[in-house]
């Protein structure tokens, strides 16, 4: 991690609803994934972007094949799976909706479906063990695959959202956002809404895809990742601007992954502002905690010192993203007493 955030923030209840399984694989995780394939010949340098430096998004989907390579069995993943989640647990979230790929690999014998099912595993695990995080799946469609394996993975999750008691609760889209176009999956998508999925969508992600853009609001998505460039003082438009309000679709927000991926230029330059001066539901996630080197606390205090938000100000950012959860309304109710009950701890 580039520096580890003030007390207040990590103390901070919080909720992560946008962080990829394999991007948000630590320094210690990817030690012993190094320690299990010395063969592979992968260094550290090779997984990880960190403090002040930068990549393009072509060279961050580079290091995702890298972490590919790394996690390719069922062994591989229950382990990323559990460190992960007992490493947001440690960061002081409460609640978290992981998201990630289903990968078949011919050598190792891993099936899609035996991804889906370890990741849940991992999830259970840590539940036996009493960490103190409640944690939901969302299966992730990796847009470089088109339009059949798209429908494919739609398949599984609608099966696992019917068998794994609550943890599958919806599909995220996502991937290189310079490959493929989102019209030839909205069948899927289509689908998944249809059968009660709940869907994150990555959009705007880089500039010229407002037709796209445009054209998957209209299913309408439950909420938004990044959205980079949706407004017009990026080279948006009002028209997207208005169909996200009025749909009232929360957007995913992660400054330190814009940052280091260069779509955005700077902190201060971030969508965030924009969003949240709109009063817009804006959440603040992490995207890839191992690859950006970063943790949600972290990113709640470069929100907090660079758009001056103060302690209540952050407070309510954190409480008003538990309205933007895809677990229903009695997990709601239980988060907001949790937050209630730690507010006097936090600001005594
Ligand atoms: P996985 O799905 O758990 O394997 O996590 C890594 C994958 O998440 C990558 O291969 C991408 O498909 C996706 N991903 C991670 N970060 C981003 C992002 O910023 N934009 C789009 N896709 C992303
Ligand atoms: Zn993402």
Same mark, same amino acid.
């Given at each position: 991690m580039d520096h580890e955030a003030d007390v207040f923030y990590r103390e901070l209840p919080k909720v992560e609803l946008h962080a990829h399984l394999n991007g948000s694989v630590s320094f210690q995780t990817i030690e012993k994934l190094l320690k299990r394939k010395p =063969?592979?010949?992968?260094?550290h340098s090779m997984t990880a972007i960190g403090k002040g430096q930068r990549r393009t998004l072509d060279e961050c989907f580079q290091v995702f094949k890298v972490i590919h390579q790394l996690v390719d069995t069922e062994e591989d993943i229950l382990m990323v799976a559990i460190d992960v989640i007992k490493e947001f647990a440690a960061d002081g979230v409460k609640y978290l909706e992981l998201r990630s790929t289903p990968r078949a690999e011919k050598k190792t014998g891993l099936t899609k479906k035996g991804y889906i099912e370890t990741v849940i595993k991992a999830i259970q695990q840590c539940k036996n063990e009493g960490v103190d995080i409640d944690v939901r799946f969302l299966v992730a469609i990796? &847009? &470089?695959?088109?339009?059949e394996v798209a429908m494919e993975t739609v398949e599984l999750a609608e099966e696992f959202m019917l068998s794994s008691h609550g943890v599958v609760v919806g599909l995220d889209l996502s991937g290189? $956002?310079? +490959? #493929? =176009?989102g019209r030839d999956l909205l069948p899927a998508l289509q689908r998944a809404k249809n059968c009660g999925l709940k869907l994150s969508l990555h959009l %705007?992600? +880089?500039? %010229?895809q407002l037709e796209e853009t445009d054209l998957l609001l209209n299913l309408p998505p439950d909420r938004i990742g =990044? #959205?980079?460039?949706? =407004? $017009?003082? +990026?080279?948006?438009s009002q028209s997207v601007v208005d169909k996200v309000i009025k749909n009232n679709i929360p957007l995913e927000l992660c400054l330190t992954s814009n940052v280091k991926g260069q779509t955005v230029l700077n902190y201060s330059k971030h969508h965030f502002k924009y969003w949240y001066q709109l009063g817009h539901p804006s959440v603040i996630c992490t995207d890839d905690k191992g690859v950006f080197c970063t943790d949600l606390s972290q990113e709640y205090q470069l929100a907090a010192s660079t758009f001056g938000l103060s302690r209540e100000a952050v407070w309510t950012l954190s409480q008003q993203a538990i309205d933007c959860i895809f677990a229903p309304e009695a997990v709601k109710q239980q988060l907001r007493q949790k937050w209630t009950e730690l507010h006097s701890q936090l600001f005594k």
């Open positions: =063969h592979l010949n992968i260094e990796d &847009r &470089r695959n088109g339009t290189d $956002p310079t +490959v #493929g =176009h %705007s992600e +880089v500039q %010229s =990044h #959205g980079t460039f949706m =407004h $017009p003082e +990026v080279g948006g």
